[in-house]
C-alpha cells in the first residue's frame, strides 16, 4: 500500500514510496454520509453548511525501512515540522503499479579563488519544496581554492543546512555539485542552484543556473482513496534503520 500526504508542494510518504521497503497493518476505514461544517455568525445566530462527499477517517500502522540509521533519524525528526500547517492538506491511497524518477540537478563550479585571507562564495538553490526558496547558503573558501576545492566546500555546506538535506541528496565529485531529490516526485522546472561570488569576492566564475542532469517523474499509483481537507495525526519511532509510523487521517472524499 502506498500512502502519501501533500501540503503544497511538499510530499511526505507515510506508506511505502519511493522505492523503500515498507510494511502496513491494521488498516481500518471509518465514513459517513455528509461532511458537516459549524459556521456562527454574529453573536446568537449559527447556521450549517454541508459539503459534499463522504466523511472519512482512516488509520494504520506503517514500517518504513532506510538505507542507514541517519535516514532513518532524519525522517523522524524532521517530520513534526512538515506537518506543522496542515492547511487545504490531502491525501492519497493506492498501490504503485511504476516507479517513478527522482530528479538530478548538477551545478559545476568554475574558476580558482583569488584574494588574501577568507573569502565567500554564495549558493543559490531554488526548489517548490525546500522552505524559504530561494535559499542562499554562504560558503567560506580560501584563496588558491581551485574549482575541485570549493566544489567540495560547497557541498558540506548545502549538506549541513536542513531545509536543503531534507529534500535532497548532495553528491558529487571534483567540480560538479549533484543535487538528487529524495523522492520521486513531478518534474520541478523551478529547481536551479546557482554560484556566485559573496562578500569579500573570491573572484571565482559565476553561474546563475545549474543543469537539469535527470528530470523527475512521479511514480504511478493506482489510487483507491483521495481525501482532502484532511487532518493527520502521525506517532513515530524507530529501531535502526526501520521507522514505525502511527496514522491517523480524517477528511472528505469530493475534492473543494
Keep these: 500500500m502506498i500512502c502519501t500526504f501533500t501540503v503544497g508542494a511538499v510530499t511526505i510518504d507515510l506508506a511505502g514510496g519511493s522505492g523503500r521497503s515498507s510494511e502496513t497493518n491494521s488498516l481500518t476505514i471509518n465514513q459517513s454520509t455528509n461532511f458537516q461544517q459549524v459556521a456562527y455568525i454574529g453573536a446568537v445566530e449559527g447556521r450549517q453548511f454541508f459539503r459534499p462527499g463522504s466523511f472519512t477517517s482512516l488509520s494504520f500502522e506503517s ?94 555546506a548545502l549538506s549541513s543546512v536542513v531545509a536543503i538535506s531534507k529534500r535532497f541528496t548532495i553528491g558529487g565529485t571534483g567540480a560538479d555539485i549533484v543535487l538528487t531529490a529524495k523522492r520521486a516526485a513531478a518534474d520541478d522546472t523551478t529547481l536551479n542552484l546557482a554560484l556566485a561570488n559573496g562578500s569579500p569576492s573570491p573572484g571565482i566564475t559565476p553561474a546563475a543556473t545549474s543543469a537539469s542532469t535527470t528530470a523527475g517523474v512521479a511514480d504511478t499509483i493506482t489510487p483507491t482513496l483521495a481525501l482532502y481537507d484532511v487532518q493527520a495525526s502521525v506517532g513515530v519511532a524507530h529501531k535502526g534503520a526501520t521507522v514505525a509510523l502511527s496514522v491517523q487521517l480524517t477528511g472528505r472524499t469530493t475534492a473543494p
Aim: no cysteine; proline share 2%; net charge negative.
Design 63 to 156: 514500517m518504513l525501512t532506510f538505507d542507514s540509521v541517519d535516514q532513518a533519524e532524519f525522517f523522524l525528526t524532521t517530520l513534526p515540522g512538515d506537518m506543522i500547517n496542515q492547511a487545504s492538506a490531502t491525501a492519497a491511497i493506492g498501490v504503485r503499479t511504476a516507479e517513478g524518477t527522482k530528479q538530478v540537478e548538477t551545478a559545476t563550479a568554475s574558476g580558482t579563488a583569488s584574494g588574501s585571507g577568507a573569502r565567500n562564495v554564495t549558493a543559490t538553490l531554488t526548489a517548490a519544496n525546500v522552505t524559504g526558496s530561494p535559499l542562499a547558503t554562504t560558503v567560506s573558501v580560501t584563496a588558491g581554492d581551485t574549482a575541485s576545492v570549493w566544489a567540495g566546500k560547497v557541498r558540506d
